[in-house]
């Protein structure tokens, strides 16, 4: 199986050139007209990211029978055989606090079968660990430039951003700033956002302030798609603007997916914005990115029972 993701890895490669680089100040676009002109008439292929958080959790069961093994055998065979496919961690990697070796020990058995085909963030359990030594150092370059927490790439039409949301006040603006900037200059029609602290969530640990300023400016951009875990538990929200309030033609469309793995927990009451919740299946959320549209299942382990399924379209953006 590694031997076949080594083969897959040059498409990957290609997916994660894109890194940090739409806001390089020294990148420059050298494609002719001629070279754009011949692009555009080319149909944009279909990418599907497969996310959730909360995942490999080394105080439970051994990796072969753990949860977290579990949900990675929802994944691995459409990893390994579409090229187009990309798994998503919306932070806490692993449990208790982010060591090296629980990145070996537990996620690499697991989630790291095709870590090659991963797009990650990190969470408070991998700051567990001073600078998050653990999770820099087994994900390397894929976790974006400077052990920074934060990078973005295209994949398809789509504009794809990894966020940070463990960081101080100075380096989340210096976050912002950086966010701001790749959104403006994004050619892509439809935007998804993740990181591991969700803005607006009625899980144990709720809203979370930090990122809202994030939200705002994702929102004002007409984003699409808001992921994040921290909560061990799944929640759709109605689309919403920057304040969080409903709003179907243009809001954020959030996902709390912290179903990957870790004890899922009790959650409070749901928002206004609330649309379906549970907390009995771990599971991962399943993301069909079309050129100008989505669609979304949740796949729970087998014995599990909660499904939920949609569809969207991108916001046109002015």
């Known amino acids: 199986m ?11 490669t290609l997916a994660f050139a894109a890194l940090s680089h739409a806001s390089d100040p020294g ?20 990418y599907t990211v497969y996310a959730a958080g909360d995942i490999a959790d080394c105080k439970k069961n051994p990796a072969p029978q753990s949860m977290a093994a579990r949900t990675a055998d929802l994944i691995t065979d459409a990893l390994e055989s579409d090229k187009n496919a990309f ?3 919306l932070g806490d990697n692993t449990y208790p606090v982010g060591k090296p070796e629980e990145f070996s020990h537990c996620y690499d058995p697991t989630w790291g079968r095709f870590k090659e085909r991963t797009l990650p963030s990190p969470g408070n359990h991998d700051y567990a660990m001073p600078k998050a030594v653990g999770y820099y150092n087994y994900f390397g370059d894929i976790a974006g430039p ?8 295209n994949l398809g039409n789509w504009h794809i951003l990894s966020l940070n949301s463990n960081i101080n006040a100075q380096d989340m603006q210096k976050q912002l700033t950086w966010l701001q900037t790749e959104l403006n200059n994004s ?18 640990h709720g809203n ?7 939200w705002k400016i994702l929102a004002q951009a007409k984003a699409d798609i808001v992921l994040s875990g921290h909560d061990h538990d799944y929640e759709r929200f109605a689309p919403m603007n920057e304040n969080g309030d409903k709003d179907e033609k243009n809001g954020i469309r959030n996902f709390v997916i912290g179903t990957g793995g870790a004890k899922l927990t009790p959650m409070f009451l749901p928002k206004s914005t609330t649309e379906i919740r549970d907390n009995s299946s771990n599971g991962v959320l399943k993301i069909t990115l079309h050129e100008k549209s989505y669609e979304w299942e949740f796949i729970p382990v087998a014995g599990a029972s909660f499904s939920d399924k949609g569809q969207g379209s991108c916001h046109l953006k002015n």
């Open 87 to 89: 798994a998503i961690t």
């Open 146 to 153: 400077d052990r920074r927490g934060y990078y973005a790439t």
């Open 187 to 204: 050619k892509q029609t439809c935007t998804l956002a993740f990181w591991h602290h969700p803005a607006y969530s009625s899980g144990g």
């Open 27 to 46: 990148t420059v676009n050298t494609t002719s007209s001629k070279s754009n002109a011949k692009k555009s008439n080319q149909k944009i292929p279909t």
């Open 208 to 214: 979370n302030e930090n990122m809202k300023a994030a």
């Open 2 to 12: 590694r031997t076949h993701f080594a083969l897959l890895f040059a498409s990957a």
